[in-house]
């Protein structure tokens, strides 16, 4: 069951009229005549504590791992592993014991967040699958708590607890997949909602569409470990991943010492 937040009622009372889904320009104009869908049309929500916009910050490198979309916090005793799609590395998982986040940034509209509509997508993508998704307010804000299903390694059907959160930021937004014992007990995933939160986002001045991934690369003293777990060819993912197998490994690692 999908629950809706109560506390933002009245603001999606006040839901616009948008473009519609085919809209490809990020600052194009939105019509109040169209009717076509509708949109959340609120600006993003301030960020006293993070994640960070590139221009906030005035050295992004100290204590973070450059990988050009990204700057992830360095952790003692973290992993660090990246998925590649195509030839495009998209994402970076931050491994700390038993707990890990997935984390990823997109090109966002300059005047409106996204992350409430991604959240309805994600869940509605979880409940089509026969998964439980729970919206609440969490120590980053509104986030998804879900038993998404999944097959074991031995065939047999199962359930994985993960957390989904996210962060609208300047012409960007930024999602983070907490799994392990940080989803499963949310108390003890301190340290990577710091890590979430500590994330500086490089948008760029290239236009690109609104949730086109932002592209990262590989930091200049990587060592590669060949995931033998991965398939070797990767079909085209999904710009949110639909919320299903969220924890999937990338055909890369990257081991940080």
């Not at 590139?54 to 700057?71: I, M, T, W």
């Amino acid at each position: 069951m999908f629950r809706r937040r109560k506390e933002r009622e009245d603001d999606l009372d006040e839901l616009d009229e948008a473009a519609g889904p085919d809209e490809q320009v990020e600052d194009a104009e939105e019509s109040d005549d169209s009717g076509e869908s509708l949109r959340y049309n609120l600006p993003p929500a301030p960020r006293p504590d993070g994640p960070w916009d590139l221009s906030e910050v005035s050295e992004p490198g100290e204590g973070r791992v450059d990988l050009g979309g990204l700057f992830v916090p360095g952790v003692e005793g973290m992993e660090l592993r990246v998925e590649v799609a195509g030839e495009s590395i998209v994402a970076a998982t931050v491994v700390l014991r038993d707990s890990a986040v997935q984390l990823q940034a997109f090109a966002a509209p300059k005047s409106e967040g996204i992350w409430g509509e991604v959240r309805e997508e994600i869940a509605s993508g979880i409940t089509q699958q026969g998964g439980i998704v729970d919206e609440l307010e969490g120590p980053l804000g509104w986030e998804l708590r879900a038993q998404v299903p999944v097959q074991l390694p031995d065939g047999t059907n199962g359930v994985q607890l993960v957390r989904f959160i996210g962060c609208d930021g300047p012409r960007w937004f930024l999602r983070g997949v907490i799994s392990g014992q940080g989803a499963v007990q949310p108390a003890a995933a301190g340290v990577l909602e710091s890590v979430f939160r500590d994330t500086v986002v490089l948008r760029g001045d290239t236009p690109m569409a609104p949730r086109d991934p932002i592209v990262l690369k590989l930091p200049n003293d990587a060592q590669m470990v060949p995931d033998g777990a991965a398939p070797s060819e990767q079909g085209e993912p999904s710009k949110f991943g639909d919320g299903i197998d969220p924890l999937r490994r990338g055909p890369e690692i990257t081991e940080l010492h």
